[in-house]
């Protein structure tokens, strides 16, 4: 029954680490796109995010071998999942011009 508990536990923390981390590179993405940060922000994002990230697996190895492999599972299912929802919306050609349906 432990073994159950650390798993769900685990497969949480991971897919909260992704929500963190690559949530983290979209909107710092959208701040520097749209101007309201500069380059440097990236450099302060990506560490942060990835600090952030380090730690929780480390923590997630404590648990165990297996735990770490069930977080970086729902790590990268949580980018997955992002990267789609997130992601560009198609784009429509209307009279030879292409016209997209993002208005962010």
């Known amino acids: 029954m ?20 690559f949530g983290g590179l979209w ?19 990506f560490l942060l995010r990835s600090a952030v990230a380090i730690v929780g697996f480390y923590l997630l190895l404590r648990f165990g071998p297996l735990q770490l492999m069930a977080g970086l599972l729902a790590f990268l299912v949580v ?4 990267t789609h929802w997130l992601g560009p919306k198609p784009s429509i050609e209307i009279g030879g011009v292409m ?6």
Do not use: E
Request: aromatic content about 16%; glycine content about 10%.
């Open 79 to 82: 980018r997955i999942f992002l």
């Open 27 to 45: 909107w710092t993405v959208r701040k520097v796109r749209d101007g309201d940060a500069s380059y440097w922000f990236f450099g302060i994002s």
């Open 99 to 104: 016209q997209s349906d993002d208005q962010s």
């Open 2 to 21: 432990v073994l159950w508990l650390q798993m769900v536990l685990s497969i949480l923390i991971g897919a909260c680490l992704g929500g963190l981390f």
